[in-house]
């Protein structure tokens, strides 16, 4: 189940044209927002849609826009859009929203070890910030960036797999790139799908995140509740 992935940092891919007026900026560009999002596919005029998770079990917001398809994006693909708010729906249900870029980022569900846990490396990153929207854990932070392949994911303890407290490991392996090839220090993006743990079968209401964060190296783990 593992998957060899480079983690680069996410470039911005501009999906909207022109955002001035003879020279001067619109409005709606001092708004602007980013956010995690899901790519949910074209509405009934070919304009793209995308979902918008609240944070923990907040409801969703959906957004609609006036471009079309992100170009080599699948429905369900998790993306960093930027855009600025035009219009609300009165219940808040959903943001008509005037898309101004979009960055692909490192998508992924939750995996479970075949291994035993202490044979996974776990690479020092350094943590921005990690918040749950729904079934997702978002991560934004900085790796050390190489022009080789590496392992970068999520990972369940499978002997805490149906406890209350689910243990998981942010398993970061460079597999044995060589010193004088790890560059600088790189953004990154990631956004795992934790959903597997809200099942009937599951009864998971703590999912504690194990990592080696090198901007805090006394905390060993972060906690998320599951509801």
Not at 128 to 135: D, F, L
Request: charged share 25%; hydrophobic share 35%.
């Amino acid at each position: 189940m593992r998957t060899i992935i480079l983690a680069i940092a996410a470039l911005l891919a501009f999906t909207a044209c022109d955002r001035s007026h003879d020279g001067n900026l619109d409005e709606s560009f001092e708004t602007q927002v980013t956010d995690f999002v899901t790519y949910t596919g074209l509405d009934q005029d070919q304009h793209a849609t995308f979902r918008l998770d609240g944070r923990d079990d907040d409801p969703a917001v959906m957004l609609y826009t006036t471009v079309g398809a992100p170009d080599k994006v699948k429905p369900h693909q998790r993306l960093l859009l930027t855009y600025a708010i035009k219009h609300r729906a009165p219940d808040g249900s959903y943001w008509n929203v005037d898309a101004i870029g979009y960055s692909r980022i490192i998508n992924d569900s939750i995996r479970v070890n075949i291994n035993p846990i202490d044979t996974y490396q776990m690479r020092p990153i350094r943590l921005r910030s990690t918040w749950r929207t729904g079934e997702f854990i978002n991560m934004h932070g900085q790796i050390e960036y190489t022009s080789r392949n590496r392992l970068f994911y999520m990972m369940i303890d499978r002997d805490t797999k149906y406890s209350d407290t689910v243990h998981a490991y942010l398993v970061h392996d460079l597999l044995g790139t060589p010193q004088d090839s790890i560059f600088y220090w790189r953004d990154f993006y990631l956004s795992v799908n934790v959903g597997a743990l809200k099942s009937p079968n599951a009864p998971c209401h703590v999912l504690r995140l194990h990592l080696n964060d090198d901007n805090n190296p006394q905390v060993h783990y972060r906690d998320y509740t599951i509801k």
